[in-house]
């Protein structure tokens, strides 16, 4: 594993130790503050994400996948609405899955808790680098975040506003990252990753 990655992981990791602490209302601010902060940051995310539509179409990517790519004003739109959704659903840390007594009284649960770090490869698609840091944030994991290299300007912008929004609520930025690096080396060192 390249030490920018490992770097990475292990800024992860930390910011993972205290999202399992954080309460359902800290996490939905953070999310909240991240759909606010999109929506600030809406003209530089779009301006990021014309630029990866015109080198993917200088490069002869096929319409279908520019599509997939390209991030109009309503598709921002409905990124940002996405994070409400997830706001309202229930948070999954603590759930009791089940449980049962033990003949000595002894009470065992089955509760759902944060796995840490997530790490997530994806292709050209914006809206998977904002829906899966939305999940792995409401779940009290950090991710670490690998699209295509086509969406790159448009994932860069989007992970940097954000982590912006989680500083600024005082929440770890680490957890929302994307690998660092291009090429098919870091998506074998991520798998492989400890």
Known sequence: MSATLAEAAERARAAAVV???LTTADKDRGLTAIAQRLDKDRAAITAENAADVAAAEAAGIPAGLIDRLALSDDRLTAIIDAIGTVVDLPDPVGQVVRGYVLA???LVEQVRVPLGVVGMIYEARPNVTVDAAALCLKSGNAVLLRGSSS???T???LI???RAALESEG?????IAAVPGSGHHTVDELITAR
């Open 151 to 153: 969406a790159a300007r």
């Open 19 to 21: 999202l399992r602490t």
């Open 104 to 106: 000595n009284g002894l």
């Open 171 to 175: 929440l770890p930025a680490d957890a």
């Open 155 to 157: 994932n860069a912008a």
């Open 160 to 162: 940097a506003s954000m």
